[in-house]
Nanobody
Framework: QVQLVESGGGLVQAGGSLRLSCAAS????????MAWFRQAPGKEREFVAA????????YYSDSVKGRFTISRDNAKNTLYLQMNSLKPEDTAVYYC??????????????????WGQGTQVTVSS
């Protein structure tokens, strides 16, 4: 069992920045990869970024590549998402996710076993 708690969401103007955090607890030794997904009203949950916990390999969706940076602090069991140059279309609830087993499908929500409660990010134009 892994528990995830997100923080850092809020309201920001277009072009601004936010840093999301996700604190993991429980059996964190099982974590192989963690990721960020987002979901806007009326839309499907969308992959944002993922990171392999040990190697640090990173993966990004095309829509955020070059603007967002995913990182982790292994000692603190914390995941981060630095979001720069935010756009109104980035507005969504952002979810932290984790999985215990390796799987090449980093962008598939169904491959993740543990989820945070979500944090709202709103970008005004």
């Amino acid at each position: 069992q892994v528990q995830l708690v997100e923080s850092g969401g809020g309201l920001v103007q277009a072009g601004g920045s936010l840093r999301l955090s996700c604190a993991a607890s429980g059996r964190t030794d099982r974590i192989d990869a963690m990721a960020w997904f987002r979901q806007a009203p009326g839309k499907e949950r969308e992959f944002v970024a993922a990171i392999r916990w040990i190697s640090g390999s990173r993966y990004y969706s095309d829509s955020v590549k070059g603007r967002f940076t995913i990182s982790r602090d292994n000692a603190k069991n914390t995941l981060y998402l630095q979001m720069n140059s935010l756009k109104p279309e980035d507005t969504a609830v952002y979810y932290c996710a984790a999985r215990p087993n390796y799987n090449r499908d980093y962008d598939s929500a169904g491959r993740y076993d543990y989820w945070g409660q979500g944090t709202q990010v709103t970008v005004s134009s």
